[in-house]
């Protein structure tokens, strides 16, 4: 991206803590006593030191024939070559930079740019770029701030709401179809009417379940940061959960075990929460685990790193197992393993996304360990009160 004129910009404030050093970094010209001069050039050197290494961006201070004369531990990390004395040209190799520092210079405007750098990983920058006139002697002041986080939430609120029209588009694509069929050549037909209303009656089902996970989690997102206060007893939570889903056990002919303490394991959380949490992840081993028959359920009491006990509850199922190289994404949003098994299952690829965010707003974690072939197992873990 080309460097452009940015003379409004706020970051044209850096002026103001220079201008204050312009009478001590002219001293070093001023004739008078050759040794006080000396002296002073040193002092003048470290309040400019010290004054860049305290902001928090990355930033580099150069003469007007474009020689470094400071840098921060921020640009340091950005730019390993930055020396002192040096041509900023050497150790800067982002073009669009080097440019705007020739424009700055040439017309005493500050300049702002975009750049972005793919080793090692992808990042993005706005550098500002201003030129700062002193008494006898002028300076250069490079302002680097990292884009990264912005452009990521950009790109992730982008694919969540592609990912949301795809799922909705597909339910009411085979809805709008039956329909049609239905005011056409099945109109007469009551065998493919009854089929029929029974597949928009899954599909609208899905819709309103996808529709339910993300409000959910959007309350869930909206008080992630205020903890819940009341304590709670897991154990009567979980076998809530396991007797809600028997009906689903019995369908798909696989048993619910649990083996729970006979002593309450309590925690501070919030129960409908909690409920839901329990009811994702008994309810994929039910589904996706279907295969081995049975669903284990396990509590235990374990020491956290702090050495305080936590409450560990593991779900447990023999199916078929998950690949190692899937086990890091599957609290992603809309991950699914396999898409066309997931939809099948009437999955949203919301359910371990949610687990993910009520467990951070707890103050617990998901552990996730499975072989395929040899089922898997979702270990939660809450601080016990």
Do not use: C
């Not at 884009?147 to 029209?165: C, G, K, Y």
């Not at 709008?176 to 928009?200: K, N, S, W, Y």
């Not at 081993?285 to 279907?290: E, M, P, V, W």
């Not at 374990?302 to 078929?320: F, I, L, T």
């Amino acid at each position: 991206m080309s460097a452009t004129d940015d003379g409004g910009n706020p970051r044209r404030g850096l002026t103001g803590w220079l201008g204050r050093l312009r009478s001590p970094l002219a001293a070093g010209g001023d004739a008078t006593a050759g040794a006080a001069a000396g002296v002073g050039a040193v002092v003048d050197s470290a309040l400019l030191d010290a004054v860049v290494s305290g902001l928090p961006d990355p930033v580099v201070v150069l003469e007007q024939d474009g020689r470094v004369i400071s840098f921060n531990a921020g640009a340091a990390a950005l730019a390993p070559a930055l020396r002192r004395g040096d041509l900023a040209s050497i150790a800067l190799r982002m073009p669009e930079l080097i440019e705007a520092i020739r424009a700055a210079r040439a017309t005493g405007k500050p300049q702002r740019i975009e750049f972005s750098a793919r080793i090692p990983s992808v990042r993005w920058s706005e550098a500002f770029v201003a030129p700062i006139p002193l008494a006898d002697r002028g300076v250069v002041v490079i302002t680097v701030h990292d884009l990264t986080p912005i452009h990521r939430v950009e790109a992730m609120r982008a694919d969540f709401v592609a990912n949301v029209s795809h799922e909705l588009r597909t339910p009411l694509a085979a809805l709008t179809g039956f329909i049609e069929t239905l005011q056409g050549p099945a109109r007469d037909d009551p065998a493919a009417r009854e089929r029929f209303l029974g597949i928009m009656r899954d599909q609208a089902w899905r819709m309103a379940r996808l529709i339910d996970d993300l409000l959910s989690l959007s309350r869930i997102e909206l008080r992630a940061h205020q903890r819940p206060d009341k304590p709670v007893d897991l154990v009567p939570i979980v076998h809530q959960v396991a007797d809600g889903l028997q009906t689903l056990a019995r369908d798909r002919e696989v048993t619910i075990e649990v083996d729970a303490p006979s002593e309450p394991m309590m925690v501070l959380g919030d129960r409908d929460e909690l409920i839901r949490l329990f009811e994702n992840l008994i309810e994929n081993g039910l589904k996706y685990g279907a295969s081995g028959k049975r669903v284990e359920i396990k509590f235990d009491r374990v020491a956290a790193a702090d050495g305080k006990s936590e409450a560990r509850v593991a779900v447990r199922d023999y199916g078929p197992g998950i690949a190692a190289e899937h086990l890091p994404r599957l609290t992603e949003r809309f991950y699914r393993v396999d898409v066309g098994e997931s939809r099948a299952q009437g999955g949203t690829g919301l359910g371990l996304a949610l687990v993910k965010h009520i467990l951070n707003r707890h103050q617990g974690r998901l552990t996730i360990d499975s072989k395929a072939g040899e089922g898997a197992t979702f270990s939660v873990r809450l601080p016990l009160s």
